[in-house]
């Protein structure tokens, strides 16, 4: 598109801001005005050129450079364009005039003020004007751009333009039929801040060559903007009041790159980058316009500053004598101004290199906008500047040193607090890749597909697989805070237990380096604090600040905690409210708050005896409270099964693994990217919601479970188990990228619920699968003999007769003797405990006290 | 006349004939590294070129082409140049010239306006020597370069310097202790506290080394092209042209004198200045022509291995024997321990790094010189290596992972950032009891990680980044580690020397200088090996595994069977085979079996350790 620009036609006209007598003109005017040469056309003859005042010596100051292609496509170069405003002061508006323009440090163009204008504006107005009148084209210099012709697509586009199937957040609560743009504009009356962010792609699908120049030429098409919505606004509204004349500002430039693509072609040109703030400097007073007075004569004058340099005048203009102009401070014009460092977002990064950064200024209220730890989107113009050695010293060091200069800045980990941040979310996935999913769910295998293809070098254990697909898919996002339900997990959370040495710790590894937003701990070495958050005082700044730890940083995606069993009790409190509630309370040091921790938990646990106990239920074997473990949706055990065929097949996938030529490994990694697109876009795009077919099944197969128990006399379902099935139905649904839940997802939840629970709540002394394992801590069974085991003891007791003391190591032996059943020193305890919970006895120390 | 070594001495001005011969036509850039490689590969002409490892840097010519055996320890932003520029002198002649491979502008004032002005990009690494490089290794290739230095004044007068350079490294060292710190390098504010005087600005200004006490040129690698294929820590031979210019030195009172309002100056804190900036009198300057990445660093193996199979076997046998003698007569330890030294992570599936082979020597004497003495000895084997004493403080102080600085901007080196290949001897013996703080649980996960998977997580304040590595770690103990590891081989002496340490120097002295070598290409040669399994043994492997679980399930986990594989890899390389025999699998079991058998024994023995 760039190319078109050579073949046109153009006429240049040179804004003449500063009268003839003006020495100090920026040197970058009169050196554009030099610039003619790259093509053959006449000088433009303008009463402000001086074309031999060029010694640049004298203000070597630096300059945007070129860019690195020769053709004279790419030497743009920004123009000093005259402020906006200033030329609007001139049209017999009265709401401009009545407003006052605010500078924009942020397109680098400084305003002279106003009073100032008034008197050497308008030769360069009328010229213009005149020249625009006479039906010539006119093209700022250097650029392709048509000040009257640009102004008025741009009106065109805010009247016109609508967005019918806008989902911005900003967008919220206004008509998209209607003219977007102009209901932004009302807005702008009522909550009178002066401010229109105009989405880049708007203006794209609008028309693409204005959508070009704002591309190549942010610094003079902007301020055209600027003048065009400020004419617009003050026709539409002209009684309204602002503090200042509206500044547009653009963003989500479609050309939206990665930091590390930035190249030298783009200099000058208005890009978007994303990234992390990782460093805010103070405040910085930025002197726009210096105040000189002449000590002589106090005669004033004023010098813009450019590019960080003040032309000091040498000659007082009033009374001629050399060197006699001071510099006042305080009747200076300063802007705000603020540096910040961005590193490129870690996504973003190859494997193996550090992140680069950026610097980035802000200007004016955008100034203290983003804090450190930010993710943000920012749209700006990116500038590059020499670096001189030695002010002294006319040898530069052959380095520019970047930065951009800021003009919106877009918060992608804001909405994160309130609610799921969809736009930001969103990878962005070619139309190629999309069909390619979309292929792939089509297949009536995928879940098997995907499940295989889900850490290959571990073997077998499918049901674990599967059951960590679902999890990674996750469930509906359901939101009953009308009703007062609060929120419904979506997330599925999963605990596999077993044996030492099965690869949980890779498995956990594994999904911990496939998901974007996975955390990694060990029990063993997190404290709760590092898990949820924690208050500290930021070095720098001395405030307090919240750091967040592990469960908060993994929201929307999965913390994986291994050596579970190893936790704290302390530590393992804190996820009884994550795991339901998705929530994190933290009251410390004055800062009282709840965040969201809307993360999925994979946990892995050994057995309390290095190996796992097949005669003890999992509760025993694990040693975890049962009111954590009720939260996992699945339970898994990886037991060595020993089995000869099994051996074979693990003896195989190994001793693969181990000479497996480097292509295999190639396609894996490939299968890897493709999964982690495919769950990527799942989780973005696919929202099932249940079919009545599919509630039917799985209130049916909830009274099943209900039913299975009632026979022996025990409960064994509860409405968890409920939402259990109904979340893995709905992942199974999203993996077949199907906006219904059917079925088949509900069978295959109930399959995988149903394996689960035959691992993990089979009640070792009956062979019975048992849920109250789980939601209790005790099988039926137990909780049946621990009641008889009391029952006896108080027999016993009261067989003694008015004893009001007795031994404790005595009744156990007369006990023991007495029952036919062996009975252990734990289960006397537990006798003895649940007879004082009875107010029967008390026991202290060694002696057993009736009451 | 141009002579032969023109392209050394005066590198760019080649660089600049062809800039003039291209007419500006983009190609000049690919013609000048052309010229350089092809120059290079004539007949050893690159042992002609002075190293920054070996030549001090003030005898070095500026603007010279040089060469450097370096780590990437950072990469910084990469950074726009003028690639081509105009200038315009009194006469106001205008010259294009061009800024490649240059640091500053040369003749005239600038035209920043004119349309010749090409803007390009440059990345810049901050290399440091390698890490950990062995004395002898250094030494090698020192001597290789020695042969011919035609380019400097330099007349390499080795034994001398090396005292000089002793001398040096004393006082530093006492200037270390009298400070009661471990790593001055690292602690940047103090250095000025105790010295004005200028001889000491060395100390004050921090060199980035991961491992405390290294020294050596550090070096800022601007690289022209194909950046993205360069990896943190990858170990690099860098030819480069040497750029000291003074005027580089960004001296902090000037830069406070210049103007506030000046866009440019504010972008940098001061520390970032001296990071990005440093003099180049300390941290040179290096355009890269070319660079060539090493596998190795070992100096003394050829380029091509079928020269070394030849007599590996004997030397295997020989190095056995040897390492028996240092291991008290423990044969079965020095077998794992040759193992161990030639293991290397040669892939990966997803998480798993495959070929890791972290040996816990148990049962070493404590509070006796013995685990010092085994690291002298691998330090003589390995071409680097380095020695990490488990004690308290250096847990609960040192700082093992890598650290970004926001506020300077860079990298801030650790204990863990190490090239691949290097032995890292984990000294348990010298932990006492205590409380670790939180600095040394995460010395310890960190540690963790790094043998289960080879991985080193960066700390970048804000998150983690993973790094993979490929670093062999040797953990010698008393009791079983802490720390998870591969095999745990429980150390049995045989001899009971009644001086521990006149045996041990007894034993290195019989060694001959030329034995050392032999061993060391040994070891570096045997990990470079290719190796395969043939469907045959893949076969009888399954079987084995099969009927070994019949027998009994519990002694045969997946676990042992991917260390039986990993051993039975190793045994076959070591002995020089490429593929894995029947007979090799056997011998392999033989030898986990008597490993086992002696830790259960161990256990035994010691009560019932869990």
């Known amino acids: ?851 | 006349m141009p002579t032969v070594h023109d392209w050394i001495n005066n590198p760019l001005a080649v660089v600049d004939g062809l800039f003039a011969q291209s007419n500006s036509s983009p190609d000049w850039e690919k013609k000048v590294v052309e010229y350089f490689k092809e120059k290079l590969k004539l007949n050893d002409a690159h042992t002609w070129v002075p190293s920054l490892n070996d030549v001090p840097l003030y005898y070095l010519k500026p603007n010279s082409l040089v060469k450097f055996r370096c780590m990437v320890q950072d990469m910084f932003d990469p950074e726009f140049f003028m690639g081509v520029y105009e200038t315009n002198d009194l006469t106001s002649n205008s010259k294009v010239k061009c800024g490649k491979y240059k640091d500053i502008t040369v003749g005239g004032q600038v035209d920043f306006n004119s349309r010749n002005t090409v803007t390009s990009e440059r990345q810049t690494f901050y290399c440091v020597p390698i890490p950990g490089e062995s004395q002898w290794a250094k030494e090698i290739s020192f001597i290789c370069q020695a042969r011919v230095v035609p380019s400097t004044s330099y007349v390499p007068n080795r034994h001398k310097r090396s005292y000089e350079e002793d001398d040096e490294m004393d006082t530093e060292n006492k200037l270390r202790q009298s400070h009661g710190n471990t790593e001055p390098k690292r602690q940047e504010t103090e250095a000025p506290s105790h010295d004005s005087s200028s001889a000491h600005c060395t100390s004050s200004l921090d060199l980035n080394f991961p491992l405390p006490g290294e020294k050596g040129p550090a070096c800022l690698v601007k690289v022209y092209e194909d950046w993205d294929g360069f990896k943190l820590n990858d170990m690099l031979e860098v030819f480069g042209i040497l750029s000291v210019d003074p005027a580089l030195s960004v001296i902090a009172d000037e830069r406070e004198a210049s103007s506030l309002l000046d866009p440019t100056e504010v972008t940098e804190t001061v520390e970032e200045q001296r990071v990005h900036s440093p003099p180049p009198s300390l941290v040179p300057r290096l355009h890269m022509l070319y660079a060539q990445p090493l596998v190795h660093n070992n100096p003394l193996l050829p380029s091509n291995l079928s020269s070394v199979l030849g007599e590996l076997a004997s030397v295997r046998a020989e190095l056995h024997t040897y390492l028996t003698h240092v291991l008290m007569g423990d044969s079965l330890a020095a077998e794992y321990l040759i193992l161990h030294l030639i293991s290397n992570v040669y892939s990966r599936r997803d998480v798993l790094p495959l070929g890791k082979f972290t040996l816990n020597l148990s049962g070493c004497p404590h509070s006796s010189p013995y685990t010092e003495h085994l690291y002298k000895v691998i330090q003589q084997l390995v071409p680097s290596s380095y020695r990490l004493c488990m004690s308290l403080h250096n847990m609960n102080n040192q700082r093992m992972v890598p650290r970004k600085d926001y506020t300077a901007n860079r990298l801030v080196s650790g204990t863990l950032q190490l090239a691949n290949n290097t032995s890292l001897f984990l000294d348990e013996t010298q932990l006492e009891q205590g409380q670790l703080d939180a600095t040394g649980v995460r010395n310890i996960t960190a540690l963790g990680n790094l043998i289960s998977w080879q991985k080193v997580d960066y700390d970048f304040n804000y998150h983690q980044m993973e790094f993979p590595c490929n670093i062999n770690v040797l953990i010698t103990s008393e009791g079983r580690s802490l720390l998870p590891s591969d095999s745990q081989v429980n150390l049995r002496p045989t001899l009971n020397p009644p001086n521990l340490e006149e045996y041990l120097s007894a034993v290195q002295v019989a060694q001959v200088p030329s034995q050392f070598n032999k061993y060391r290409i040994y070891l570096s040669g045997a990990r470079a090996l290719n190796y395969t399994i043939s469907d045959e043994i893949t076969k009888a492997v399954e079987e084995d595994f099969v009927e070994m679980r019949k027998d009994d399930p519990q002694s045969m986990s997946a676990e042992d069977l991917h260390r039986l594989l990993v051993v039975a890899r190793l045994l076959s390389l070591s002995h020089g085979q490429n593929t894995l025999s029947r007979d090799g699998w056997m011998k392999a079991k033989q030898l986990e079996a008597l490993r086992i058998s002696r830790t259960q024994q161990q256990k035994s023995l010691s009560g019932n350790e869990p």
């Open chain 1, 1 to 851: 598109a760039r190319t078109s620009r050579s073949e046109m036609v153009r006429t240049r006209t040179v804004r003449c801001r500063s009268s003839p007598e003006d020495p100090l003109s920026p040197p970058s005017q009169r050196s554009r005005a030099h610039d003619t040469s790259t093509e053959l056309q006449p000088m433009p003859t303008s009463p402000a050129m001086d074309t031999a005042a060029q010694d640049v010596s004298l203000f070597s100051s630096p300059m945007a450079p070129r860019s690195v292609l020769q053709s004279e496509v790419d030497a743009s170069s920004p123009l000093m364009y005259g402020t906006p405003s200033s030329r609007v002061e001139g049209t017999p508006r009265s709401g401009i005039r009545g407003t006052p323009a605010r500078q924009r440090a942020d397109l680098g163009s400084v305003r002279k003020a106003p009073q100032v204008d008034m008197h050497s504006e308008p030769v360069s107005e009328s010229c213009c004007h005149s020249e625009q009148g006479a039906g010539q084209r006119l093209v700022i210099w250097g650029t392709d751009v048509n000040v009257g012709t640009c102004k008025e697509k741009f009106q065109r586009f805010l009247q016109q333009f609508t967005a019918p199937n806008s989902r911005e957040e900003e967008n919220a609560g206004l008509d998209l039929n209607e003219p977007l743009y102009m209901q932004k504009l009302d807005e702008i009356s009522v909550v009178g801040e002066p401010v229109l962010n105009v989405n880049c792609s708007h203006i794209q699908t609008f028309d693409a060559d204005l959508y070009r120049q704002l591309i190549c030429y942010p610094q003079e098409v902007i301020p055209t903007f600027d003048m065009a919505v400020n004419e617009l606004f003050f026709d539409r509204l002209p009684d309204s009041v602002l503090e200042h004349q509206i500044q547009v500002r653009p963003y989500s430039a479609l050309k939206t790159r990665n930091m590390r693509a930035l190249n030298p072609e783009d200099i000058d040109q208005l890009i978007t980058i994303s990234g992390m703030v990782i460093r805010t400097s103070q405040l910085i007073p930025e002197m726009q316009e210096a105040f000189f007075r002449c000590q002589v004569c106090v005669f004033n004058t004023r010098v813009e500053v450019d590019r960080g340099r003040i032309a000091e005048p040498a000659v007082c203009r009033n009374c001629n004598t050399t060197h006699s102009m001071a510099l006042v401070h305080n009747r200076s014009a300063f802007s705000d101004k603020q540096m910040i460092k961005l590193q490129e977002s870690p996504e973003d990064m190859p494997a193996g290199q550090t992140p680069h950064t950026t610097v980035v200024y802000a200007h004016n209220d955008l100034v203290d906008k983003v804090q450190p730890g930010d993710r943000i989107n920012i749209t700006g113009i990116y500038r590059a500047a020499p670096m001189r050695l030695n002010p002294r010293q006319s040898q530069v060091k052959s380095v520019y040193k970047t930065h951009i200069d800021v003009i919106h800045f877009r918060k992608t980990d804001e909405k994160r607090l309130h609610g799921l941040d969809e736009d930001g979310e969103q990878k962005l996935f070619t139309k190629e890749r999309v069909a390619m999913l979309k292929e792939l769910a089509a297949k009536p295998d995928v879940y098997e597909r995907l499940s295989s293809a889900l850490a290959p070098s571990i073997y077998e254990h499918e049901d674990i697989k599967k059951g960590i697909l679902l999890q990674l898919f996750g469930g509906t996002r359901k939101d009953f805070t009308q009703t007062g339900r609060g929120n419904f997990r979506a997330e599925i959370n999963i605990l596999l237990c077993g044996d030492p040495g099965t690869s949980k710790s890779q498995l956990l590894q594994y999904v911990y380096n496939l998901v974007p937003r996975g955390q990694y701990t060990s029990g063993k070495g997190s404290s709760a604090v590092g898990l949820t958050a924690y208050v500290m005082k930021d070095p720098e700044t001395r405030q307090l600040v919240l750091q967040t730890g592990a469960l908060v940083l993994s929201d929307n995606g999965i913390c994986c905690i291994d050596e579970f069993d190893k936790m704290s009790d302390n530590t393992r409190s804190v996820l009884h409210e994550v795991m339901e509630q998705q929530t994190l309370s933290i009251a410390k040091a004055g800062i009282i708050c709840q965040l969201n921790a809307r993360t999925s938990v994979l946990a892995a646990a050994n057995p309390v005896e290095s190996q796992w106990n097949p005669k003890k239920t999992t509760i025993e074997n694990i040693q975890l409270p049962h009111t954590l473990l009720s939260r996992f949706d699945l339970i898994f055990l990886m037991l060595d099964p020993q089995d000869e065929a099994y051996d074979r097949r693990l003896a195989h996938h190994l001793v693969a693994l181990y000479y497996q030529s480097e292509e295999q490994i190639e396609e894996e990694h490939l299968d890897m990217a493709v999964l982690k697109d495919y769950i990527a876009f799942a989780r973005t795009s696919v929202h099932p919601r249940l079919s009545e077919e599919a509630s039917q099944a799985l209130i049916e197969a909830y009274v099943d479970m209900r039913k299975i128990g009632s026979g022996r006399g025990m409960v064994s379902a509860y409405p968890r188990q409920l939402e259990s099935l109904i979340r893995l139905a709905e992942a199974h649904a999203k993996v077949r990228f199907s906006s219904k839940v059917e079925s088949i997802d509900v069978e295959e939840a109930k399959r995988l619920h149903r394996e689960a629970l035959k691992q993990s709540a089979t009640d070792p002394r009956t062979g019975f699968v048992d849920i109250s394992i789980l939601t209790t801590g005790m099988s039926a069974t137990a909780r049946k003999r621990k009641e008889e085991v009391a029952q006896a003891l108080k027999k016993l007791i009261q067989s003694k007769g008015k004893t009001p003391a007795m031994k404790y190591q005595q009744l156990f032996d007369d006990l023991r003797g007495q029952s036919e059943a062996a009975i252990t020193k734990d289960m006397f305890d537990e006798a003895l405990r649940a007879l004082a919970d009875e107010d029967y006895l008390t026991v202290t120390g060694k002696t057993v006290r009736l009451l």
